[in-house]
């Protein structure tokens, strides 16, 4: 079968076609002829040498955590209604022509593109406003609002009736974000964007009462001030390049409750059902993934070097062209 491989750690360049050969199932698992990939930032920083101490991936390696797709073969024990069925699932190695797994059933009224697109950041993104129990009337700061899982964010806050305050890069992120249900966008690259967050919110003696954090750094950190006392900040994202140096013991001093990285591993239990209800919010037309471009499997490279660039909105995903994928199977 066709994959992608990290032939090394370092730039896009070291993303290089090459011919595996296909996956057996074990018992209990199927084998999935792969549409679509999901392609998320951290894959990007994986592959360039970043956080080793948690992506514990020797090169040469297959790149890619989700898919999208049909079932094509089946281990034993696995009932034979399930070949044929459209899925998405969590992989080892997604970069590839097919993929051994267990499964999540993609609803009829949603492509297999837009459920690859929900793999990773839809299950993120439904998980975190449980875990920050976002609910209506809470302010929400919500920091890389025009991102894959950002844009799930404000929608699915605006859906619980949170007042939501987005903080992206550019005319064009913004314009988005707004579009999605942003009550109110500040623009991160403004120098004052910590006043004008803290105007959008409510003024001085006001705050969020919740921050969503995907992006680290410094502007995370920059945002922990905005969070009232006994708010939640949620520090997941490492987008800038590392996790936000958040001030501890300001945080414990305010009664303001941080969670982090670990805070969003979920057990199979919750996996399964955030995808669902991804899945539903999607099929009903409630909840948008944003899609700034679809690659070919083989240009991955082209597809990191777009992810690295930031100039896209949304996500990218990747395809896998001539697949086995029947024509009549909603890809």
Do not use: C
């Not at 990939?37 to 989700?66: C, H, K, L, N, S």
């Not at 449980?130 to 890389?144: E, H, K, N, Q, W």
């Not at 967050?197 to 919740?210: H, P, S």
């Amino acid at each position: 079968m066709r994959a992608v491989q990290a032939k090394e750690f370092g730039g896009p360049e070291v993303l290089v076609p090459v011919e595996l050969p296909d996956p057996v199932p074990g018992p209990g698992e199927v084998v999935i002829d792969v549409a679509y990939v999901d392609t998320i930032f951290v894959e990007t920083q994986v592959r360039a040498g970043w956080g080793r101490e948690w992506f514990q991936v020797t090169p040469p390696y297959v790149p890619g955590g989700g898919v999208s797709g049909v079932v094509g073969a089946l281990g034993a024990g696995v009932p034979g209604e399930w070949l044929g069925r459209r899925v998405t699932s969590y992989v080892t190695g997604g970069y590839a022509e097919r993929a051994v797994s267990a499964l999540t059933v993609v609803p009829d009224g949603l492509d297999l593109r837009d459920a690859a697109a929900l793999v990773h950041d839809g299950v993120t993104a439904g998980g975190l406003l449980d875990l920050t129990a976002v609910g209506p009337g809470d302010r929400v700061l919500i920091l890389g609002a025009s991102g894959g899982m950002g844009t799930l964010l404000v929608q699915l806050a605006h859906g619980r009736e949170a007042r939501v305050v987005a903080v992206a890069r550019g005319d064009a992120k913004l314009a988005l974000v707004r579009d999605l249900g942003a009550d109110d966008v500040v623009d991160a690259t403004r120098d004052d964007w910590v006043s004008a967050a803290r105007k959008a919110l409510g003024g001085a003696v006001e705050g969020a009462d919740i921050v969503l954090d995907g992006v680290g750094g410094g502007l995370g950190a920059a945002a922990l001030p905005l969070t009232v006392d006994g708010g939640r900040f949620s520090a997941h994202g490492a987008a800038s390049g590392g996790f936000s140096p958040l001030d501890t013991e300001e945080a414990t001093r305010r009664g303001i409750k941080v969670f982090g990285i670990a805070d969003v591993q979920f057990n199979p239990t919750d996996l399964r059902r955030f995808t669902s209800a991804a899945h539903a919010e999607a099929a009903a037309g409630r909840l948008r993934p944003v899609i700034g471009e679809v690659f070919p499997l083989e240009r991955a490279v082209d597809a990191h070097a777009a992810v690295e660039g930031r100039k896209l909105v949304g996500k990218v995903v990747l395809k896998v062209t001539g697949s086995r994928i029947r024509a009549n199977a909603g890809s």
